[in-house]
């Protein structure tokens, strides 16, 4: 649902600007003000689950997005519509670090644990192609507003499970540890600044002053957090969960996976529906081999290995797959046939994205003392939702610099619309050739940085510990594996 609603508005968007008089200037915030407060609170709500139980969060977090999604639907202006998609992104913020931290406690065998993470990459991963889909059916047949509406009863549903379902986990007044408020606003600023400097560069562009002060702004403002957590007894992020190299290593990875993956769904969507001329169904449609691939990766591949082969050697050559995905499409032009050019593509990036997030959502939280699982959930999330707003705007802002660029070299033909299609060809191609390096880059981060190795026996289901005690086998550089039994008493 969270990852979803950062897509379903995209196409519906068109209908709710016509219905709400939002101006082209303007309209952007209905996707701004979802990812502003979703990527720049996630430290917080993560850190807030840990404090004061995450079942308790989780479920606040679903009702608060349900009446959020509620409000967004029955707008009657954009400032409404605005507000309330800031509320999902608020709400987002607490439900997505919640959700990891549960599963990261609740399944603490290393066989239910990785068929637990391969079912969460696949819905994380299919979510915003589902959106897509979901998201022309939804304004064709219906309304845009059903596109918000949708979200009430399935939250609403999921918090009646979550209330009868998971385990009780509060946290009493006597042991709770004090919110690090200063990491807090820091923390949750500098990410606010970043996504809304990003933000602002698809309209105004990257030499704008705006953009680059709020970079740089976001940018001092980690740096000072960064040094005020070091000295912090009750951190907000505490930097040994970054500082561990598959930790960080895996963050990086998503990250720059990320950055790629936002940019295709924005230049497929206009190249299917602009140059291709797909309905809003149809190009929802287009995408679901997409889906399809990334469940099969997920769940039949990447669940099983997980257990039995070094997590590289997953995250890895997805992201190689990734990038030969993008490779393909480099070969895109105005006449490709959908099952020649872009089919081939999404299969390649399916897969290929299927085998990196499980395992870099394991590693997210492998290891972590429960009252940091939180935090150590929100790192991944914070690497996701930063990396798909930046590449949807460097990419956005690359892809248009090179089509004006194309058209300006021709222009006696430039007002052809034949032309002015070849042109957005042509952006799209050079944007998608930066994709595909970002995407190298990140195999080669993840084949240096992460060294983390299944211990003996978890293939089995268990790692052949005694209870209650350390496995012997290393699972990652100087840190011991430990046993079901072992990590089923540090959650109790």
């Keep these: 649902m969270i990852v ?13 600007q016509k219905d709400l008089g939002i101006s082209d200037a303007d309209r952007q915030w209905v996707i701004t003000a ?3 407060a979703f990527g720049g609170l996630l430290l917080l709500g993560g850190r807030l689950g840990d404090l004061f139980g995450r079942k308790r969060v989780f479920t606040i977090g679903l009702l608060g997005f349900a009446l959020a999604s509620a409000i967004g639907g029955a707008a009657n202006g954009p400032t409404m519509l605005f507000a309330a998609r800031a509320l999902q ?10 959700a990891l931290g549960l599963l990261s406690t609740t399944f603490t065998d290393p066989k239910e644990r990785s068929t637990a993470f391969g079912i969460f990459g696949a819905i ?18 219906l309304n845009w507003r059903w596109c918000l509406f949708v979200n009430t009863p399935i939250a609403i549903a999921t918090a009646f499970a979550a209330f009868s379902v998971l385990t009780r986990d509060h946290i009493g007044k006597e042991t709770r540890t004090r919110l690090d408020l200063p990491g807090a606003v820091l923390g949750c600023g500098g990410l606010l600044a970043i996504v809304y400097g990003t933000s602002e560069a698809v309209s105004r562009g990257w030499g704008d002053w705006l953009v680059l002060g709020s970079l740089g702004l976001g940018v001092l403002l980690l740096v000072v957090f960064v040094l005020v957590e070091k000295r912090t007894p009750h951190a ?22 990320m950055i790629g993956m936002f940019g295709l769904f924005l230049f497929l969507t206009y190249y299917l529906q602009v140059i291709k001329h797909f309905s809003p169904v149809m190009s929802g449609v287009s995408f679901l081999p997409m889906t399809a691939a990334i469940v099969i990766s997920s769940t039949g591949f990447a669940a099983r290995l997980m257990t039995r082969v070094p997590s590289r050697n997953l995250i890895g050559p997805g992201l190689l797959l990734a990038a030969a995905g993008m490779a393909w499409l480099t070969q895109m032009k105005v006449d490709s046939p959908w099952a020649g050019m872009v089919l081939p593509a999404e299969l390649l990036l399916g897969f290929g994205m299927g ?7 394991s590693l997210a939280t492998l290891g972590v003392a429960p009252n940091e699982a939180g935090a150590a959930s929100a790192t991944i ?9 930046f590449g949807t705007a460097l990419l956005n802002t690359i892809a248009a610099s090179a089509t004006a660029s194309w058209l300006a070299a021709r222009v006696t033909t430039a007002g052809d619309p034949a032309v002015q299609a070849q042109g957005a060809v042509h952006g799209y191609v050079i944007a998608t050739w930066v994709a ?10 993840a084949f240096v940085m992460i060294d983390h190795r299944p211990a003996p026996g978890e293939a089995a289901g268990a790692t052949g510990g005694a209870p209650g005690t350390a496995a012997e086998a290393p699972t990652s550089a100087g840190a011991p594996a430990q046993s079901p039994a072992h990590q089923q008493q540090r959650s109790t």
């Design 4 to 16: 979803l609603d950062i897509t379903i508005v995209n196409i519906a968007l068109p209908s709710a």
């Design 34 to 36: 979802y990812t502003l």
């Design 89 to 98: 992104g608020a709400f987002g913020a607490l439900l997505a670090p919640s």
């Design 124 to 141: 994380a991963g299919g979510g915003a192609a589902i959106g897509l889909l979901l998201g022309g059916l939804l304004t064709e047949y």
């Design 236 to 257: 907000l992020l505490p930097l040994h969960i970054v500082a561990e190299r598959n930790r960080g290593g895996g963050a990086l990875s998503v990250g720059l996976a």
């Design 355 to 361: 085998l990196i997030f499980m395992p870099s959502m």
């Design 381 to 389: 999330n914070s690497a996701q939702q930063v990396g798909g707003s």
């Design 436 to 445: 595909m390096g970002i995407l190298l880059l990140a195999a080669l981060i």
